[in-house]
């Protein structure tokens, strides 16, 4: 209720401002509701295997209001899994949600058996016992269904969460480092409501599903309180279909931190980042001068298409200063990551993926078809043409070369797995696992609904 009076002032400032989108938009905030922060479930910590139960639930996104949702040992998304290089985490998956499902982990880098993709088949009733792996470096992913044809519908009720890998290197820098007071996880995401009831997932949809309203770890308008230092957000882009362009109110600068296989060489100061369906970024906000606004405008389909008049703006994350909490990070650490760049020169192979048409190269999905092999420890370079669809393959992480025959962008010059080029770019990659016929590896558009529609394909690496 505190924040009654503060939204009251925000109001007021707002009409004074005479900005006619900001007093819009202030005015359309009258309560802000807690941030939810998932468990934190370290894989050090706790007896393995790690039990998630994939489970209906009903989920308040509007207090005293039910929707119907599904979720990881609870309502909505899951707990963070902390893990760590170069050990491995057993997991339990139990499937009751009264269908089918599988568990991908978006982000890492482990043979396809373990990958979860559509052949990590989990029948009603039955528990997925996996033993996952962890040979990557410090980074933040996720884990989602990926069940052929009800991907869309299963993350849209709400079966995600976070996999945050850590290593000697992310454990000793100086950056905001703890999960809950100045490192959180923010798994963005777009939902329609009715009288404050969640409007189902429109099974079978084939084009982009994108709703009107944010919802930020499950939760609606939310706040969270931090210290006087440095914030670290793990930014997902868990939404269906819709890409953002995040940024700070007042247009004040902020720095990236993190791709989404790893950190930067070293922090980039921006004061706006795009981030499509399936994407991480971390950010570091400094809130030493105060509440900060972090905001979003939802991109067009196409990026190029971008206005910043008249695209729609939302809030999504006040982060007020308790001066209660002790300052932890107020000197971001200058030098992150060292990353070990290709040469391409080293190509050995390479392949152009046309991502057009709601198909991947004039090919849709078929199960029994394996569209590409590759083999170990071979670099390659891709050409992805694809002009608004976000391309994610499993097993690996790449590094680009090039986006519409320039350099990518001081942001974009770390390890990724998704990409959106807008139009052609080129990334160089090599896989270093095994990915079977039995349980190949998928590439495919991001936006769920294409996906499930047949915007994928499988590969084998042998
Ligand atoms: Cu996030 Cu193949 O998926
Ligand atoms: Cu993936
Ligand atoms: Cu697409």
Redesign the pocket.
């Known amino acids: 209720m505190k924040f009654k009076i503060l939204v009251l002032l925000l109001i007021t400032l707002g009409l004074a401002s005479c900005n006619k989108d900001e007093e819009d938009l202030v005015v359309s905030y009258e309560e802000m509701n807690d941030l939810f922060v998932p468990l934190l479930i370290d894989s050090r910590m706790n007896f393995q295997p790690i039990q998630l139960d994939i489970q209906h639930g009903t989920h308040e996104f509007f207090p005293g209001v039910p929707s119907q949702t599904k979720g990881f040992n609870g309502s909505y998304l899951g707990p963070t899994i902390k893990m760590y290089k170069d050990e491995d985490v057993h997991l339990q998956f139990t499937n009751n949600i009264g269908a089918a499902t599988s568990v ?1 982990g ?2 890492l880098h482990v043979p396809g058996q373990v990958d979860g ?1 559509p052949h990590n088949r989990i029948e009603p009733g039955e528990t997925w016992d996996v033993t996952i792996p962890i040979r990557q470096e410090a980074s933040s992913n ?1 884990y ?1 269904p ?1 069940l052929m044809g009800s ?1 869309a519908e299963q993350v849209h009720a709400g079966i995600a969460g976070f996999y945050i890998v850590e290593d000697d290197n992310s454990q000793s820098l100086g950056i905001p480092k703890t999960y809950g007071v100045d490192d959180f996880p923010i798994a963005v995401q777009d939902r329609a409501f009715v009288d404050g009831r969640m409007v189902d997932y429109p099974i079978g949809r084939t084009d982009d599903l994108r709703e009107p309203t944010l919802v930020i770890n499950g939760t609606v308008d939310p706040f969270v309180s931090v210290p006087r230092s440095n914030v670290r957000l793990r930014l997902l882009n868990a939404s269906n279909a819709r890409s953002y362009e995040f940024f700070v109110e007042g247009n004040l600068p902020f720095h990236k931190i993190a791709t989404e296989g790893g950190f930067l060489e070293s922090p980039v100061e921006l004061t706006k980042l795009r981030i499509s369906p ?1 994407e991480r970024n971390e950010i570091v906000i400094d809130m030493s001068n105060g509440d900060v606004e972090l905001m979003a405008s939802y991109l067009p389909t196409r990026l190029n298409n971008a206005n910043p008049n008249s695209d729609p703006i939302s809030r999504v994350l006040y982060l007020e200063v308790d001066d209660n909490l002790s300052p932890l990070n107020t000197n971001l650490a200058q030098n992150l990551n060292t990353i070990q760049r290709y040469n391409e020169g080293d190509v050995v192979n390479t392949r152009t993926f046309d991502v057009s048409d709601g198909k991947i190269n004039g090919q849709k999905m078929d199960m029994n078809v394996i569209n590409e092999t590759v083999n170990r420890g071979e670099l390659e370079k891709w050409t992805i043409k694809s002009g608004r669809h976000p391309f ?3 097993g690996v992480a790449f590094l680009i070369l090039s986006v519409n025959g320039g350099p990518p962008n001081h942001e974009d010059v770390g390890w990724k797995d ?1 990409f959106m080029p807008n139009g052609e770019g080129e990334i160089l990659l090599r896989f270093d696992y095994l990915a079977t016929e039995e349980y190949p590896y ?3 558009c ?1 936006i769920l609904e294409h ?1 499930d529609a047949g915007m ?1 394909g499988q590969f084998v690496v042998q």
């Open positions: 991908h978006h982000g993709s996720w989602h990926h991907t399936g994610h393959m499993h998704t998928m590439y495919h991001h996906e994928m």
